[in-house]
């Protein structure tokens, strides 16, 4: 099945610690994409990558870091300078044309909690 | 600086009943505006999608609306049913160049039985 696979689903951390959300997809899609939810705010943007080793901030990336080794994956690590971190948090991915609607699909989320 | 506003936050619907979510944008030069659904623990997925060049689409309960001079769209639910409860998110972005989604804040939709 193609599709874009998150894990871990649910992941604890603790103060001062960094985690990794990591994301991976089969789509043979070039971008890449990190967004938070928290309630009643909607997906704000962490992190995008349009192609393998090059990635761009997006609306939050204050406290978080990512990197693009691989077409197929774009790890989120959320460091100990994010002060808020619980959220809910979700990769997505798409192809990269530009004459073309840029359908993002979505991984099931990591839903982030601190101890 | 929120670029696409949505309205309501929640909306409670009869089962048969219409709903309807709107959403407001600024920046005139977005052409593409697609909404998403999102189940509870889950990701969102697209549900339908429309460029500038059409006032309507519809696929099957669902239409969007698009109205190019008052910068707004909507989102119209037909005969809705209970498992239409969702989360419902519109957005909006360019397709020359590149650029990333913006997304409204989200509708909660209760469809009661």
């Known amino acids: 099945d193609g599709g874009i696979t998150q894990s871990p689903k649910y992941l604890f951390r603790k103060e001062g610690q960094n985690v990794t959300l990591s994301c991976e997809q089969n789509l043979n899609h070039d971008a890449m994409y990190w967004y938070r939810q928290d309630p009643g705010q909607g997906l704000r943007l962490i992190y995008y990558?349009?192609?393998?080793?090059?990635?761009q901030k997006g609306d939050i990336a204050e406290g978080y870091s990512v990197s693009r080794e691989k077409k197929e994956s774009f790890p989120l690590t959320v460091t100990s300078a994010q002060k808020n971190p619980t959220a809910f948090y979700l990769c997505a991915s798409s192809m990269f044309r530009r004459e073309l609607e840029e359908t993002q699909y979505f991984g099931p989320g990591t839903r982030l909690l601190v101890l | 600086q929120q670029q696409v506003k949505q309205s309501p936050q929640s909306l409670i619907v009869q089962k048969g009943g219409i709903s309807i979510i709107n959403c407001a944008y600024e920046n005139t030069a977005f052409d593409y505006f697609p909404w998403y659904q999102q189940f509870p623990g889950k990701g969102p997925a697209l549900l339908i999608a429309i460029r500038p060049d059409v006032s309507e689409k519809k696929e099957g309960r669902f239409t969007i609306s698009f109205n190019k001079s008052a910068k707004q769209f909507s989102l119209h639910i037909m005969d809705s049913q209970p498992g239409d409860s969702a989360t419902y998110f519109c957005?909006?972005?360019?397709?020359?160049?590149?650029?990333?989604?913006?997304f409204g804040k989200g509708t909660m939709l209760l469809v009661s039985p």
């Open positions: 957005a909006a972005s360019l397709t020359s160049g590149y650029s990333t989604l913006t």
């Open positions: 990558s349009q192609i393998v080793n090059d990635f």
